[in-house]
């Protein structure tokens, strides 16, 4: 059978958590080497300043030989990440004001990306909100949840906003990742009744996973589309509310 939306989005969670734990493991491999060298290094100092004065062939030769025995025999892991987008887009007939409006109330988004179980804004800063993910697979459910904080829009250009270091958590496998997106909707007038909406959803992702993670982009761009495709229809019958009518 062909995977629901929100299994796919928690296979992507799923990478992103490999990736992160892969970025871990590879900080304390390079922190243990780096210590290790220091050791090496005190050891020297160590054998250099017993050694008596005047002996200056001996001192080399001891540091020398503590400098092979100690030092790592290859270099410390470095590990890079890259930013890969996820989009969709459409054209809407409908002033670009609307559909301007329409994104900006954030509670509305589940109705149009239904791998998106709910968004709550914060009732102390507005500008920040709590995005989850939820599903059954296997008899288990699973949720992954992560805060974002909108960034100063452009009005009717861009919406975009970025995630909240270390607010990610849920249950199973979600409780443990911790994995940086940030997303965009621009937004293009085409005439005076009818506008682009653009959706740019991006993941940091280490180098090393790269290659596998571009397997799965395509795969995201299609849900994206859909996303973008039925905002397009709910916007057009007047099913979604702009953001005016909250005060």
Known sequence: PAMRPTDVMLWVATLLFVSAVADSLSSRHALGRRALALRGITSRSKIASSIPCGSTSMTQNAVKESHRSTLPRSKAIITRATWLDSKGVVEVDLPLERCWKMWQRREEIPKWMPWIQAVEVDKEDNEVSRWLLSTETLGQKFEFSWKARNLPPLKNKMIHWKSVDGSMGGSGFGSAIQV??????????????????????????????????????????????????????????????EFDEMR
Do not use: Y
């Open 180 to 241: 940086r997106n940030k997303g965009a909707v621009r937004f293009r007038r085409m005439d005076e009744e009818k506008c682009e909406v653009q959706l740019v959803i991006s993941f940091e992702v280490p180098d090393l996973l790269t290659p596998i993670a571009e397997q799965v982009t395509p795969i995201v761009n299609s849900i994206l589309q859909a996303d973008m495709d039925r905002f397009k229809q709910k916007a057009v019958a007047g099913e979604l509310k």
